[in-house]
């Protein structure tokens, strides 16, 4: 075989295998089977690149990151429908049908995916563009991001056709819950509902980021098609399916508004236990004739509507409100129910979000209340229902100390949430040590998510300090480590022992402490022990160290917990002296830098620390004041803004120049 002809082989069978897992739910191979094929079909193509074709499944992630997105004019306009609510809808919208047909009229009913609404355009079978709905007349052009969905054929079987579809972006019920754990871990901004999400993540400028994010996409609608022709709806859908599109599932014929109706309540009752979330049913003229004869109005077909479903409440009493520590140190109160049946599950407990959500509602212990799920997801008390009131409820305030840890909790003005501050929270601690092993950190080479979870759940670490006492023979014995494993591990933990005092300080995660912050602290102390002891006016001193760091920076200092972590890290041998910093010449002195885009010889921090080390400042913004830019590849606004203010832009070899010359030079 010749090497055209395995990689078409290759092509076909992991496009086979994508169809499988991601369109039919049904994997015929291992993962470690389909990223064999995937790494010899990238191998062959790197070694071959005139075989390289875009329909390749090794084309779904883009390369470089996108500036913006460009406007899409739509060839068709893509509609929203019009919303019923009742069932007397429901019959007016048929009666309308049936006034302007004047004939038998046959629906189909399809359950209406929460999500964002896209149109896919293929040109002789290949996939040439994708959209967003945007306000209809326009969106915006989304096809690299789009191609990260894997349920997104880049190719179709019939390559004699044009055609454009339209479709729904989702991201599926357990996926959404795991992306909002993640974030929560990185102490991100939870995601509302999965709707949200899905229109967050297509909206990325960057595919690789999207290619994470689990997006999936049901098909609902050929919006036009040139060499082919539909007489209904459901035979275009069938139609689709065979192309290899993953269609909208639950699409039924009825033959009365009556069967409608009953098809609508159905659908409602299966919402709690769909993988994916919907927001209604749409009903749809089938046949595609009638739907000419019907029309348009300016903004919905008249062909059509989506009955929306009320958010399902059901009336519970809270049992009692407890406090539950996440992984970011915040308090989350929760509320005990007497368990009931809402979409489809049986509900026990339900977020209250916080104090502040508590006394808007006036929520109390032993309230009855209306629960219903957010975004059909989480679980949420939305109203009291006060005549039920007994004058045995009683009132709720959120604890002043951490109920996992004991340490002291605080809320920061402007903020919601209470947070505990203890550095050896259990409840914190995973993502308390992963921030510790990160890059701008200790840089733990080795030391990721999945080995930390294992180090945590098997109790052989209870703080970031024990990580300083890890054996050998404790680490090989984990899941896919060995001795070699073990070995490189325990060799990038006593390494880091060396690391300067900006390093630990930052990686002890204190509220309001960045690196920068974390630098001026160690230039401005001997020791870890200085810095410990130091008071309020002391810190106040520090050149562009703020109030709001000298606060966080003395609650740091007064916890237990701090002070036993410090003691067992200098018992432990790592590194606690502070760092006064060289100046080897004043070249610098009173320039402030901007750096933007990717430098190849340096990191940020790197060159940074370099330009310090001569006098002068780095800052993260442009503006008049700003002396140098310093721009590496796909530099952005910064370098825009830079020209446009004449401020004068240093590539980074010349950066390099400067940096080695002997003497300060403009």
């Not at 997105?69 to 429908?81: A, D, E, G, N, Y």
């Not at 038998?104 to 355009?121: A, F, H, I, T």
């Not at 009556?258 to 409602?268: L, W």
């Not at 870890?528 to 106040?540: F, K, P, R, S, T």
Request: glycine residues 8%; negative net charge; proline residues 3%.
């Amino acid at each position: 075989m010749d090497i055209r002809d395995k990689v078409v082989e290759l092509r076909e069978s992991i496009n086979y295998h994508n169809h499988k897992y991601y369109v039919q739910d049904n994997p015929e191979i291992t993962d470690f089977e389909y990223d064999s094929l995937m790494k010899e079909l990238k191998k062959l193509e790197e070694e071959h690149p005139e075989l390289l074709t875009s329909d390749s499944p090794t084309q779904r992630v883009g390369g470089k990151p996108l500036e913006g997105f460009q406007t899409i004019v739509h060839k068709i306009p893509m509609q929203s429908l019009a919303d019923v609510f009742e069932e007397k809808e429901i019959l007016d919208f048929d009666q309308r049908v049936r006034n302007a047909i004047k004939e038998d009229v046959e629906y189909v009913v399809e359950s209406k995916v929460d999500g964002l609404s896209v149109s896919l355009e293929y040109e002789k079978g290949m996939f040439v563009r994708g959209s967003t709905r945007g306000d209809g007349e326009t969106g915006e052009d989304v096809t690299q991001n789009l191609k990260t969905i894997k349920a997104i054929p880049l190719s179709i079987k019939n390559r004699d056709i044009n055609i454009e579809v339209r479709g729904e972006v989702y991201i599926p019920r357990d996926d959404f819950i795991k992306i909002n754990e993640e974030r929560e871990v990185q102490g991100e901004p939870l995601f509302a509902n999965p709707r949200n999400a899905a229109a967050g993540s297509l909206r990325q400028l960057d595919s690789a980021i999207t290619a994470l994010r689990k997006l999936d996409i049901m098909i609902f609608n050929v919006q036009q098609v040139q060499g082919l022709s539909f007489k209904t709806h459901s035979e275009s859908l069938r139609f689709l399916k065979e192309q290899g599109f993953k269609v909208i599932p639950l699409s039924t014929k009825c033959s009365s508004i009556e069967a409608v109706i009953k098809e609508v309540q159905r659908i409602g009752e299966l919402r709690g236990e769909l993988p994916f979330e919907i927001d209604g049913a749409v009903i749809k003229v089938n046949s595609l004739v009638q739907r000419e004869v019907l029309g348009s109005t300016s903004k919905v077909p008249k062909w059509a509507a989506a009955y929306k479903y009320p958010p399902e409440k059901e009336q519970t009493k809270i049992l009692d409100i407890v406090v539950q520590v996440g992984r970011t140190g915040a308090l989350t109160p929760t509320a005990v129910l007497e368990p009931v049946r809402l979409s489809g599950s049986m509900v026990g407990r339900a977020t209250l979000h916080n104090i502040d959500y508590i006394r808007q509602k006036d929520i109390k212990i032993g309230d009855t209340v209306f629960v219903q799920k957010a975004g059909d997801i989480i679980p949420e008390v939305v109203e009291v229902i006060k005549e039920k009131r007994t004058g045995s409820e009683k009132d709720f305030e959120m604890p002043d100390s951490c109920p996992v840890c004991g340490a002291p909790t605080v809320r920061e003005d402007g903020e919601s949430a209470v947070r505990c501050t203890g550095i050896e929270c259990p409840a914190q601690l995973f993502r308390s040590i992963v921030h510790f092993a990160s890059r701008d950190a200790m840089n733990i080479d080795g030391l990721g998510p999945a080995i930390i979870e294992q180090l945590l759940g098997t109790n052989r670490i209870k703080s970031i300090a024990d990580l300083y006492f890890l054996k050998e023979e404790e680490i090989e014995t984990m899941d896919r480590m060995g001795k070699k494993s073990a070995q490189n591990l325990i060799n990038a933990i006593q390494k880091t022992k060396n690391n300067t005092l900006d390093r630990l300080i930052f990686g002890f995660g204190i509220r309001y402490i960045g690196f920068k912050a974390a630098r001026i602290l160690a230039e401005n102390f001997d020791s870890i022990d200085e810095i410990m002891a130091a008071n309020m006016e002391q810190l106040l001193k520090l050149n562009e160290f703020g109030g709001k760091m000298a606060e966080s920076v003395m609650k740091f200092n007064v916890q237990k917990q701090s002070k036993h972590t410090i003691d067992r890290l200098k018992d432990a041998g790592v590194n606690t002296k502070g760092i006064k910093r060289e100046i080897k010449d004043n070249r610098f002195e009173g320039d402030i830098f901007v750096l933007t885009g990717s430098l190849e010889r340096f990191t940020r921090q790197e060159a940074s620390e370099i330009i310090e080390s001569f006098g002068g400042k780095v800052s993260g913004s442009v503006s008049k004041n700003t002396r140098f830019v310093v721009a590496g590849e796909e530099a952005g606004s910064k370098l825009t803004k830079a020209k446009e203010l004449g401020i004068t832009v240093l590539s980074e070899q010349e950066f390099i120049e400067k940096i080695d010359s002997k003497k300060a030079s403009d």
